[in-house]
Structure formats: structure tokens, C-alpha cells
């Protein structure tokens, strides 16, 4: 028996995703296969030199800065036990764009760190983990491993976070995922809840719930690939309570080396950059977006159109982002990147202007 979470970690996966190669692909280093235990290490390392005109504050500045990805290293440990196999994965996220800031005290990001049991049943899986609401959108964003739309200064791109879909952050959690049924899978499980109703006597009574259910299948050479997930949570104090819901959905076909997706979300009571607790109580307020993308590999290049759009009274923004990239694989583990991207957020009340910058980013990506 195989451990699908030691073979396929969600790195890996999104990084076969954004490659368009199959998951297994130069995903880990294996260090130890003996008696059916296994240990393996994977890698991945990024830099870009990024340009970037901001017209809101009109200047110019220059960045060397890791893409939308963050530079990672994780541990995967699989061990079979009868008719079970224990598996087990913790990767390290870490910067590099705060070497002037705090120089020598770059901070590490742990995003997973969980354990896995494998049998005919599926997969269970505690500790932290990627959420499921909004995994497929960004796990088969096509710029990936670009860079996007501007992000904090010491932290990564965004990508396309904020506009087209919300961050699927990683959370404490306890999910349950079917074997392979025709195509089919499901996933579901519970989360540690958001305090977004902080104050007197805040609680959340209940779990936060989120599953995914994905379907792929081969129409006449044709690769399609469909998913639905969601999200679910309440959090209430002595005078509020704010019902959070999420709906992520989106498509992907593929044939003769052109790709074209499209997914969407809608929320209500859920801020649509990332999930976490609140300084003060928000409101039920909706947001929804869209991202559309079209992809072209001839050969080791792969030519990227991105458009994404979000649409939020929660947080009153709305936002724009466009992106034109070329990936370019010099062998199965180097790969170069030339993007541009284009972002516009305003304030939705308003119609003034927050952001809006023009970014070249030219990187180079190492994987093992």
C-alpha cells in the first residue's frame, strides 16, 4: 500500500499543477526505503528581481524578493503497518525578502505538520494543513509559481489572493479524504474556528467545517477537471454573532498543450483575503470573484493569460489583476520566469484609489 499524503503532499500537487507534470515528478529526495518505511526530503527555492511602479504613491522601486511561493523544505515519513500505512509531513516556509529589515533573524513559517492514516477507507489526516475552501483554486492557479499581484513587504506575492479567490491558510484541523472513486474524491473535515466576534463572553461553539469534493475524467482527449468546496463557521459574544460562509468552485480543461480555467467564489461574514481572528467584530457582509486563465506549453515554455476579479463589502475593496507570464524549464528541476502584472484595489465606497502598480518580476525556481 501506497500513502497518497507522503506522495502527494499539497506542495507537491500544487507544484505538479503550476509544471504541468504528473504529482509525482521530482516531488522529494528519498533518503530511507527499507521494510516499508520510507523517508523523503523535498525542496523548493525561488528569487525574482521585481520592478514595480506604484502609481498611487508615483514611484519606482527595485526588489530582489521570493515570488508567490515562499523558499520550503519539508519531511515526508511513510510507514506501513499491516493494513494501514502511517505517514507523517512537516515543511518549513521561510522568507527571503527581510534580510535588510531583520537581517539574521529570518522567521519560519511551519504550514504543515500533520500525520496521516492510509487504508481502504482513504485517508484521515490531523494536525495543520491548507483549508479545503479555496484549495483547488489556488493549488491550479496557472501563475503559481510566478509572482502576481504586490503582497507585505517581508512576506510573499499575492498572487491572485484577493483578487479571485480567498487563501486557503493553514489551519489546526482533522479531515477525512475517500479513495479514488471513478474520478471522484471528497474531503471533508473540522477546523479550529475564527474569533471574529471578539468581546464579552466571544465563543465559537462549534467547530469550523470545510470540505472540498473534486472530479477529473478524460472526454475524448480532453482533461477536465471540476471541484466545489466550501466553508462553514459561527462565532458569536454576548450581543453579536456572525454566521461566516464560503462557496469556492471552479473548471479546468486541457488539450494539445492549451489549458483554460475559470473559478469563482462567494462569501458572506468571511473576509476573502484569509480567515483568522479579528481585532473587532465584522460583519455578515458578502464578497465574490472570479479568475479566468488560459495556458499554452509548446515544448519547455508554457505562456500564461491570468484576468481575476474581487468584488467585497467585507473589508469595501474591489479589486482588478492582470497577469502575462512566460515559464521557461531549462531541465526537470530549474525553471526561469518572466511575468508581468498588472493590479488595481479601490475602495468600493469611495472609488478611491488604494493601489494600483505596474510589476515586472524576472525569477528563477530550483525545485528537488
Do not use: C
Request: proline share 3%; no cysteine; aromatic share 10%.
Amino acid at each position: 500500500m501506497k500513502n497518497n499524503n507522503f506522495r502527494k503532499s499539497g506542495l507537491v500537487l500544487a507544484m505538479a499543477a503550476a509544471m504541468g507534470a504528473s504529482a509525482g515528478a521530482n516531488a522529494a529526495v528519498e533518503v530511507f526505503n527499507e521494510d516499508g518505511t520510507s523517508f523523503s526530503v523535498d525542496g523548493y527555492f525561488n528569487a525574482f528581481y521585481v520592478n514595480r511602479d506604484d502609481k498611487v504613491a508615483d514611484t519606482r522601486n527595485s526588489d530582489v524578493k521570493m515570488g508567490f511561493l515562499p523558499n520550503t523544505i519539508g519531511f515526508n515519513f511513510s510507514k506501513e503497518m499491516g493494513d494501514l500505512t502511517l505517514g507523517g509531513r512537516s515543511s518549513f516556509w521561510s522568507t527571503i525578502n527581510d534580510s535588510l529589515q531583520s537581517p539574521t533573524d529570518t522567521a519560519i513559517d511551519v504550514r504543515q505538520l500533520y500525520a496521516t492514516v492510509d487504508g481502504s477507507f482513504g485517508q484521515v489526516l490531523i494536525g495543520k494543513d491548507f483549508g479545503l475552501y479555496a484549495r483547488s483554486n489556488i493549488f491550479l492557479d496557472e501563475i503559481l509559481m510566478g509572482f502576481g499581484s504586490p503582497g507585505a513587504a517581508t512576506g510573499v506575492s499575492f498572487g491572485n489572493i484577493r483578487s479571485g479567490y480567498p487563501y486557503p491558510n493553514p489551519s489546526a484541523q482533522i479531515t477525512y479524504r475517500s479513495p479514488d472513486m471513478g474520478g471522484l474524491k471528497v474531503a471533508a473535515g473540522i477546523f479550529e474556528p475564527a474569533n471574529t466576534t471578539p468581546g464579552a463572553q466571544s465563543e465559537q461553539s462549534a467547530p469550523r467545517f470545510e470540505a472540498e469534493v473534486t472530479y477529473s475524467a478524460d472526454l475524448n482527449g480532453i482533461n477536465l477537471t471540476g471541484w466545489v468546496n466550501g466553508r462553514s463557521q459561527k462565532s458569536e459574544n454576548a450581543t453579536t454573532t456572525v454566521d461566516s460562509t464560503g462557496l469556492g468552485y471552479g473548471l479546468k480543461a486541457s488539450v494539445a498543450g492549451f489549458s483554460l480555467t475559470g473559478s469563482g467564489f462567494t462569501s458572506e461574514g468571511d473576509v476573502p483575503v484569509l480567515i483568522t481572528d479579528t481585532a473587532a467584530p465584522i460583519a455578515e457582509e458578502d464578497a465574490d470573484g472570479y479568475l479566468i486563465q488560459g495556458s499554452y506549453t509548446l515544448g519547455a515554455n508554457r505562456f500564461v493569460l491570468s484576468y481575476g476579479e474581487t468584488d467585497s463589502d467585507q473589508g469595501d475593496f474591489e479589486t482588478e489583476n492582470t497577469s502575462v507570464a512566460l515559464f521557461h524549464d531549462i531541465n526537470s528541476n530549474l525553471k526561469v520566469v518572466a511575468e508581468y502584472n498588472m493590479f488595481e484595489q479601490v475602495a468600493k465606497s469611495t472609488g478611491a484609489d488604494l493601489v494600483d502598480a505596474d510589476t515586472i518580476a524576472l525569477g528563477a525556481i530550483v525545485t528537488f
